[in-house]
Nanobody
Framework: QVQLVESGGGLVQAGGSLRLSCAAS????????MGWFRQAPGKEREFVAR????????YYADSVKGRFTISRDNARSAVYLQVNSLKPEDTAVYYC??????????????????????WGQGTQVTVSS
């Protein structure tokens, strides 16, 4: 079992920055990917960024490239999302997620919410104009 707890969300003005954290516990080595997703009111949950744990390879949604950075801290079993140059359209609940070790994703499929088994409770990011 893997437990995920997000923190770091808040209210920020457009152009500002936040650092979101995701603390993982349990059998984290069984998860090959960890990712960040977000969901705004009335919209489906969408991919933001992901990291392949074994190599550190990162992937980003086009909408956040150059502004957001995902990183890992293997010693602390944590993943972070540095969000810069925030825009009002970034307002959403941000979720940390991890894949199930017994069900590997492949390629672009690893950017789909259905590829992730473990989810945190979410942290709210609100960007004012």
């Amino acid at each position: 079992q893997v437990q995920l707890v997000e923190s770091g969300g808040g209210l920020v003005q457009a152009g500002g920055s936040l650092r979101l954290s995701c603390a993982a516990s349990g059998r984290t080595l069984s998860s090959n990917h960890m990712g960040w997703f977000r969901q705004a009111p009335g919209k489906e949950r969408e991919f933001v960024a992901r990291i392949l744990w074994s190599s550190g390879r990162t992937y980003y949604a086009d909408s956040v490239k150059g502004r957001f950075t995902i990183s890992r801290d293997n010693a602390r079993s944590a993943v972070y999302l540095q969000v810069n140059s925030l825009k009002p359209e970034d307002t959403a609940v941000y979720y940390c997620a991890a894949t199930w070790g017994g069900r590997d994703c492949s390629g672009d499929g690893c950017s789909e919410p259905q590829s992730y088994y473990y989810w945190g409770q979410g942290t709210q990011v609100t960007v004012s104009s």
